[in-house]
């Protein structure tokens, strides 16, 4: 079955709204986010590559859904020092999978910003490079 994604949820959160972004904060993290799927409906590696040190980690989630992303980072969010999240994710860089379709979840906890994520152009998968090349 073909998920549809609302196309609204990348507004404000495009390459360019990225590019942007870094520029105006040029120091801070980012984390270039993807998924690795084997058979489809079969357990999926949701893999985060930070950036400035080429360090990949990643967990295994049961569904490829866009709650599953929600709840991964909500956990890293619970269990990390505040201090400790902040300063690694300060930017999430992925692609448009559906799975990542739900940005306000994945920025904000209750009433607070914790990371900021965008979404590369589609079929640009040269644009989050190192995640994709350690795939």
């Given at each position: 079955?073909?998920?549809?994604?609302?196309?609204?949820?990348?507004l404000n959160h495009t390459y360019?709204?990225?590019?942007?972004?870094v520029a105006e904060n040029f120091d801070i993290q980012i984390i270039e986010m993807d998924s690795?799927?084997?058979?489809?409906?079969?357990?999926?590696?949701?893999?985060?590559?930070?950036r400035?040190?080429?360090?990949?980690?990643?967990?295994?989630?049961?569904?490829?859904?866009?709650?599953?992303v929600t709840d991964r980072i909500n956990w890293l969010y619970q269990t990390l020092p505040e201090d400790t999240y902040?300063?690694?994710?300060?930017?999430?860089?992925?692609?448009?999978?559906?799975?990542?379709s739900n940005p306000s979840a994945i920025e904000q906890y209750e009433d607070t910003q914790r990371t900021r994520v965008f979404y590369c152009d589609p079929y640009s998968s040269y644009q989050k490079p190192k995640v994709e090349n350690n795939h």
């Open positions: 079955k073909l998920m549809k994604i609302d196309k609204r949820c990348t360019d709204d990225y590019e942007k972004f690795v799927e084997g058979k489809k409906g079969r357990k999926v590696l949701l893999t985060f590559m930070i400035s040190c080429n360090m990949m980690f990643a967990f295994i989630r049961e569904r490829n859904t866009s709650q599953s902040q300063s690694l994710f300060g930017v999430l860089l992925t692609d448009n999978g559906t799975e990542f």
